[in-house]
């Protein structure tokens, strides 16, 4: 059984339109998905197809309207099971330095003190910033936050990642680096991630499966199986059967974001 079914979900938003007048706004629709247990999953779309709805409604941050996800079998709303986000902004608590960053979800499930300092060091040695551990978010680089970020939510150990464009702020070669690293990380503990992207090429790199969502309102496609061999390095991207599914994926892609242009933008 899949850790996570979603099936015939919905979602609608009251927006305001130009005129002013209330509207009904479908995001998803008939939205399908089954998602498995240590699998990296990726969500791929174009922009306002649904993406970040979708995971937030994982997240336990936003509702549906239609249709059941089921967790481990029971549905969502009556499941507790811990959840880990990493957003495209870093969402760092400014106040508090990093080790201490790191601690926040680890205080909230009431570790002891000295356990949650180990813990904290350790996934801070992961993504390279032992060093670090007394600093402020503010006197770290962009990189340097989302490694931060990405550490505080591992450090957690949460069941799912949810990860939503983690990597969209950062320049190409921290970038690169990240999306290695990452992918490192998640050979060791195989966590369950869910990862939006809107980069063909990382979501290929990065994925066992590519779930393709039409423009808005949103569902699920196709599901591309990315059958490369791990682990994956950077010289994957050059191999024949990476660009014979990215120019798939990059077909695909280009029909749905004409489709959301002849809309005129939106509505
Ligand atoms: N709280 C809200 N109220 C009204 N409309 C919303 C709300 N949240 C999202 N929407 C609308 O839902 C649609 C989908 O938004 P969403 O953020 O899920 O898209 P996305 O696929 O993540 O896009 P992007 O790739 O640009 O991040 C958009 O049209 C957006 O305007
Ligand atoms: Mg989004």
């Excluded at 967790?71 to 495209?88: A, H, K, N, T, Y």
Aim: hydrophobic share 40%; net charge neutral.
């Amino acid at each position: 059984m899949a850790k996570i079914q979603a099936r015939g979900v919905n979602r609608e938003f009251q927006i305001r339109n130009t005129l002013g007048r209330k509207e009904r706004l479908k995001v998803l629709e008939g939205f399908d998905l089954d998602i498995n247990e240590g699998e990296f999953l990726s969500l791929l779309g174009p922009s306002g197809c649904g993406k970040s709805t979708f995971l937030s409604i994982l997240a336990g941050l936003d509702k549906y309207d239609g249709g059941d996800i089921l967790v481990d079998g029971r549905q969502l709303q009556e499941r507790s099971f811990s959840r880990g986000i990493v957003f495209q902004s870093y969402a760092l608590l400014p106040w508090r330095t990093v080790i201490k960053n790191l601690e926040v979800g680890l205080e909230i499930r009431h570790i002891p003190k000295h356990e949650r300092r180990r813990t904290a060091r350790q996934y801070l040695e992961l993504v390279g910033l032992a060093a670090f551990e007394n600093q402020y978010p503010h006197q770290l680089s962009g990189g340097m936050k989302q490694r931060i970020a990405i550490a505080r939510v591992l450090a957690y150990q949460p069941d799912l990642l949810l990860m939503d464009e983690p990597f969209a702020a950062l320049d190409a070669q921290t970038r690169e680096n990240l999306q290695i690293e990452l992918l490192r990380i998640w050979e060791t503990d195989k966590k369950t991630i869910v990862f939006v992207t809107h980069s063909i090429d990382e979501a290929i790199l990065m994925s066992d499966r590519v779930a393709f969502m039409s423009a808005r309102p949103g569902h699920i496609k196709e599901i591309i199986e990315i059958d490369l061999p791990r682990p994956r390095t950077e010289d994957i991207r050059n191999s024949a059967e990476f660009a014979k599914i990215r120019k798939n994926l990059w077909g695909m892609l280009q029909d749905e974001v004409l489709k959301v242009q002849s809309y005129g933008g939106y509505l």
